[in-house]
């Protein structure tokens, strides 16, 4: 049974209990008497012929049977309509009373409950709401109801601005994302308040630049496995004398950018390529990923929960991947820290000791968590994107190659070409690719915040306690603000055309904006750029098989990526 039914049901049957205290009340109070005939009749003080008030106490006696039945049908119709006009109305008005841009009815056509049950069908939530707020909204806005609770889904960067930029105790996120509690506890993208405040400040200090160079190495380490393993897979194809394989890379760059994240962030060194006893490390996480994901696109979340068997399988999962962190956060916090800083967790253990800011074990537990789910599953899938799109341009492609030859001096170690920090620098053309790729394909569509209080969103008058959401998606094809918005055209972002193609701060924030922007943004964008330019200075990109095109699934949960995508790769060097 669909939840938005059993939610229907709830609402019903939330509103018949109120009908029959209702009419239980009317019993007992007993608003009827009976005349001298045994005729029921209204007692009301006003015309009744009882003099004051305790009169009327004294003398009334409970309504007959037939009376109640018929009050009690009368109510419940009444309550029905009610109920179906209020699932019917979507409209929204703001406190001047002006109807805003949305859906009409919550009863056919476009609005948020269809999104809603196309999201669970086809896991597509954001094309349809970008489909939504140019047809039934003003392009700019899409507003409307959905059981009573207000609505707002802003594509425009005025309204973006509004909510990213207000200050994060006015506009907290939604509550929706306690749904994530059962994976990130506190850590930043669930707490708020005071406590996220202190623990933002803390966390900011190990992503400054300087920390960051430190990771380069592990970008690279974890590359040379994976290229490693690329190698052992090779078969030489006799017509074009290269030799080829295929990738299936949503699952290879999950294991890649999921190796990278643990051993920058705590030290845990996850290898997919080389130990496949680890494999159960990475199903545990897909487990995870896959619990997280089903919470996003199902309202009721418990209700998969309460299968017995999928609740051992997250418990289990869950047991696992704590007591791997409390061991390592444990030992760490013993150990001496008189080396210098490895990772994410030694700096945090440190600035927190140096700045008497005190995080229990649980505390550090869930922020490692925090990183660990947030910095992998988007790294990959705009990855994914990446190479799904230079597959598409072969002559964004050819650039690609072009910069990374000339940039041949990437230091050669061991015999073995890497990227080292400054050399990111010099990828100006990949960086490009990645940020047109980011604002065609965000891997996070939508972003939402509450206003506790009223506010003021264009000429709109937001009543406090409004769901807003922002369409990264539509926001980024906005076609006032976008050129031929629909094609990928990296050279938006080259440095000369910048200043005319970002018009607005507030039109491209793959990364949101504000207090709550991404506090990982840095550490992706260098790991993106490492990625990309070791693959492809060994590998280019033959294309991909019709059937595979076929199979690809672009799909929306926690984040926007696409699915089952296999792309061949050839060496970039014949073998005659
Ligand atoms: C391409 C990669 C990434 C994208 C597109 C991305 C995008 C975002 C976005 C849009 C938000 C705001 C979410 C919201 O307010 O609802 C966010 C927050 C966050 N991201 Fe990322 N992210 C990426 C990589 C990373 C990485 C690598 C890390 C960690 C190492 C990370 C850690 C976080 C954390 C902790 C937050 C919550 C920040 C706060 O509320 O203070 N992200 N990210």
Redesign the pocket.
Known sequence: MHSETLFSIYMYLKQSSFIVLLCYSARTLGHFSVDAQGVSQPANPLTSNFGCWSDFVANYTLCTKGDFLKISICLAVLFTFNFLWRMMDARMFDLDGKLMPGPRSNLSGKNFLSVIKKARKSKQVSLAVLDMINTVGDGNLCCGKVYGKNIVIAAHPESVKVILQGNHNKFP?DPK?ARFQFLFGQ???TSSGDK?KQD?HL?NLG?YSENLKGMVSVFNLHCTQLLQSWVSRLSQNPITGFQSLKSDLTREMSNLTLAI?CQ??FGYKLSSYVDVKESSTFDDMNVLMDELNQRIVDPFDWWPYIFPKRRSQVRKALENWMSLLEDIISQRMEAPNDEPAKD?LDIILRVGKDQKTHLSQREVRDHCL??LV???E??S??LSWVFYELSRNPAVLELCHKEIDANWCFCKSNNELTVSHEDIAKCIYLGQVIKET?RLH???PV???RNKEECQLGQYRLPGNTVLSIS?LALQRHPSFWEEPELFKPERFAPEAIKNTLKHPFQF????SG???????R???M??IVILARILSEFTIVGIDPEDERNIRFEETI?YHPNNLKVNFRTRTRVD
């Open positions: 996120k994302y850590g930043l993208v996220w933002r966390m992503f994240i920058s962030a994410l925090t990183f947030a910095g992998h988007t790294t899938g705009t980011m965000p891997t996070v972003i939402s915040r990264v924030v793959p990364f949101s207090p709550r922007n991404c506090i990982g943004q550490f992706a964008q790991e993106m984040t």
